[in-house]
T-cell receptor, first 116, second 110 residues
Framework: NAGVMQNPRHLVRRRGQEARLRCSPM?????VYWYRQLPEEGLKFMVY????????ESGMPKERFSAEFPKEGPSILRIQQVVRGDSAAYFC??????????????FGAGTRLSVL | DAKTTQPPSMDCAEGRAANLPCNHS???????VYWYRQIHSQGPQYIIH???NNETNEMASLIITEDRKSSTLILPHATLRDTAVYYC???????????FGQGTTLQVKP
């Protein structure tokens, strides 16, 4: 049973480019969460999605960031016009049940974004 | 903000038990205590959770005080691979998101 798969593992972008981070949840999981970990800082929640729905995006920066989890395919975290401050590790997690149930989340290995 | 307080760092000798404390004095009746860990540069890993009874699984044991205001994660025989940041999180599950604090950096030494 494959775990949460994130790709790419490492992503280098120049300022102003777009970054697309992908996350395939564990089989049978329909709830996906994105977290960001800035260098030397803790993990911060960004967004919680269920298939075709954004449930909570309270942790997402208001501009340039968007997320989706389509009916088919992986969840995508998209960062437009990247800046150096976006350099961080981005982790995706999935769970079989969402809000209202025990909150056991399974994390991927992360995508390390470096903005030059 | 995290609802838990943990010591920033701890050391443990290899082969000995590692006891990691966590204070959660404002925990609500419907909130669980969860423990995750993050080994350097990897994604967080779920360890164990509990509501009010003590719990044990293949990785660790969780001891929750009777008043539920604090808990202890026990790694019975720590190995070098247990060196990681350990996060104690209290959560009702109602929002879906996990709020991570600074955690405890556990260094297991040979």
């Amino acid at each position: 049973n494959a775990g949460v798969m994130q790709n790419p593992r490492h992503l280098v972008r120049r300022r102003g480019q777009e970054a697309r981070l992908r996350c395939s949840p564990m089989k049978g999981h329909s709830h996906v969460y994105w977290y960001r970990q800035l260098p030397e800082e803790g993990l911060k929640f960004m967004v919680y999605l269920q298939k075709e729905n954004i449930i909570d995006e309270s942790g997402m920066p208001k501009e340039r960031f968007s997320a989706e989890f389509p009916k088919e395919g992986p969840s995508i975290l998209r960062i437009q016009q990247v800046v150096r401050g976006d350099s961080a590790a981005y982790f995706c997690a999935s769970s079989p049940m969402g809000a209202g149930f025990k909150n056991i989340q399974y994390f991927g290995a992360g995508t390390r974004l470096s903005v030059l | 903000d995290a609802k838990t307080t943990q010591p920033p760092s701890m050391d443990c000798a290899e082969g000995r038990a590692a006891n990691l404390p966590c204070n959660h004095s404002t925990i609500s009746g419907n909130e669980y205590v969860y423990w995750y860990r993050q080994i350097h540069s990897q994604g967080p890993q779920y360890i164990i959770h509990g509501l009010k009874n003590n719990e044990t699984n293949e990785m660790a044991s969780l001891i929750i005080t009777e008043d539920r205001k604090s808990s202890t994660l026990i790694l019975p025989h720590a190995t070098l691979r247990d060196t990681a940041v350990y996060y104690c999180i209290v959560d009702s599950g109602n929002t879906g998101k996990l709020i991570f604090g600074q955690g405890t950096t556990l260094q297991v030494k040979p």
